[in-house]
T-cell receptor, first 112, second 115 residues
Framework: GDSVTQMEGPVTLSEEACLTI???????????LFWYVQYPGEGLQLLLK?????DKGSNKGFEATYRKETTSFHLEKGSVQVSDSAVYFC???????????FGKGTRLSVIA | AAGVIQSPRHLIKEKRETATLKCYPI?????VYWYQQGPGQDPQFLIS???????DKGSIPDRFSAQQFSDYHSELNMSSLELGDSALYFC??????????????FGNGTRLTVT
């Protein structure tokens, strides 16, 4: 079946450090890929998305590139802030009409 | 802007009791999804509704049922509760069934604790 694998956390970084959270997927069809973020005490929010190979999603300084050859969608940010502390979920949907399948989430803590 | 509203925020029940979780989608959204997130786990899809009809079914136990009403709000009914049902239950809504073209908007969840 379809699945998403994320690097295990927690990830602890100092402010202004570079961030990479790895995400790889297995899909029966051609997936659309997403990153969702969950801040403490809140629901999941869409961070960015990409629909086809080599597409780059970006938002709030975060980027992820859809790599079909490596079935990956790694999340990156050049300089993290304390306010980026949250849990990040990689997710996919097939053809945009199937429910989202989530990875297990990666907790990021950024310290000043 | 209006968001997805879930109630209650917290619920404590004993084994074998029943529970009802409610979800009020964003106005004009016609699709509702229910997810279950166990401690340290990824959200698992339970069930979804589009225009008041069940559209997809995931790993929802037979002890659970759900429906979407004429005003598009949805309720998840859980019976014969077990300790393993303790989790955070998320509701999400979207306009239309496409998860890509209409991203899901999530509520803050209902934390259910079964003792």
């Amino acid at each position: 079946g379809d699945s998403v694998t994320q690097m295990e956390g927690p990830v602890t970084l100092s402010e202004e450090a570079c961030l990479t959270i790895n995400c790889t997927y297995t899909a029966t069809g051609y997936p659309s890929l997403f990153w969702y973020v969950q801040y403490p005490g809140e629901g999941l929010q869409l961070l960015l998305k990409a629909t086809k190979a080599d597409d780059k999603g970006s938002n709030k300084g975060f980027e992820a590139t859809y790599r079909k050859e490596t079935t990956s969608f790694h999340l990156e940010k050049g300089s993290v802030q304390v306010s980026d502390s949250a849990v990040y979920f990689c997710a996919l949907t097939i053809s945009g009409n199937t429910p989202l399948v989530f990875g297990k989430g990666t907790r990021l803590s950024v310290i000043a | 802007a209006a968001g997805v509203i879930q109630s209650p925020r917290h619920l404590i029940k004993e084994k074998r009791e029943t529970a009802t979780l409610k979800c009020y989608p964003i106005p004009r959204h016609d699709t509702v999804y229910w997810y279950q997130q166990g401690p340290g786990q990824d959200p698992q899809f339970l069930i979804s509704f589009y225009e008041k009809m069940q559209s997809d079914k995931g790993s929802i136990p037979d002890r659970f049922s759900a429906q979407q009403f004429s005003d598009y709000h949805s309720e998840l009914n859980m019976s014969s509760l077990e300790l393993g049902d303790s989790a955070l239950y998320f509701c999400a809504s979207s306009l239309g069934r496409s998860s890509y073209n209409s991203p899901l908007h999530f509520g803050n969840g209902t934390r259910l604790t079964v003792t």
